[in-house]
Antibody
């Protein structure tokens, strides 16, 4: 079955950096877009970024553009989110999700999330 | 402030039918399909409806989605205790050129 497991979350100071990883299994990894979505505890979902299977297409939410980068290693079935110049408002649970493009993109499988806390 | 607008909460007793609305604009729902996600407390979101009407396998037909103009709706009939969750709509915004979510609606089964 499809499995997505995030890692790399933790406590970081404002201005610091963190790299999240998402290990995938159970599907042909390179065939799918992958997406990062975050959720402030107790709040709603916020789309962060996506990357195409071939890495040709990426996109970022305005709130993270220029600070975050997304990449993937299709040989390792892994997705990454490099987060730089972190701010308190980046504190959230970060989910990776498999995305399918049909009409608009939708996320049909989600990981359990990893918590990122930005605090001094 | 979310691009898509949902009511913060809805409620109903077991067996009843409730509807959750998702209001957008001509740059998102007005020209793109809508997805719905269900998030039970403490769990990751789960895809409930995709491309406006379609249910993934395993989602019961008690969940029915529709769309009209710049708004979408999710109807849940025959409410069950396990339906208690947060529900989110999403679409693509042609002006922002990013996916957008609604703020979420908390469903309470009384």
């Amino acid at each position: 079955q499809v499995l997505l497991v995030e890692s790399g979350g933790g406590l970081v100071k404002p201005g610091g950096s963190l790299r999240l990883s998402c290990a995938a299994s159970g599907f042909n990894f390179s065939d799918y877009y992958l997406t990062w979505i975050r959720q402030v505890p107790g709040k709603g979902l916020e789309w962060v970024s996506y990357i195409s299977g071939s890495e040709s297409y990426t996109n970022f939410a305005p709130s993270v553009r220029g600070r975050f980068s997304i990449s993937r290693d299709n040989a390792k079935n892994s997705l990454y989110l490099q987060m730089n110049n972190l701010r308190a408002e980046d504190t959230a649970v970060y989910y990776c999700a498999r995305s399918t493009l049909s009409g608009v993109m939708f996320e049909d499988h989600w990981g359990q999330g990893t918590l990122v806390t930005v605090s001094s | 402030q979310s691009v898509l607008t949902q009511p913060p909460s809805v409620s109903g007793p077991p067996g009843q039918r409730v509807t959750i609305s998702c209001s957008g604009s001509s740059s998102n729902i007005g020209r793109n399909t809508v997805n719905w996600y269900q998030q039970v407390a403490g769990a990751a979101p789960k895809l409930l409806i995709y491309t406006t009407y379609r249910r993934p396998s395993g989602v019961p037909d008690r969940f029915f989605a529709s769309m009209s103009g710049t708004s979408a709706s999710l109807a849940i009939s025959g409410l069950q205790p396990e339906d208690e969750a947060d529900y989110y709509c999403s679409s693509w915004d042609d002006s922002l050129r990013i996916p957008v979510f609604g703020g979420g609606t908390k469903l309470t089964v009384l």
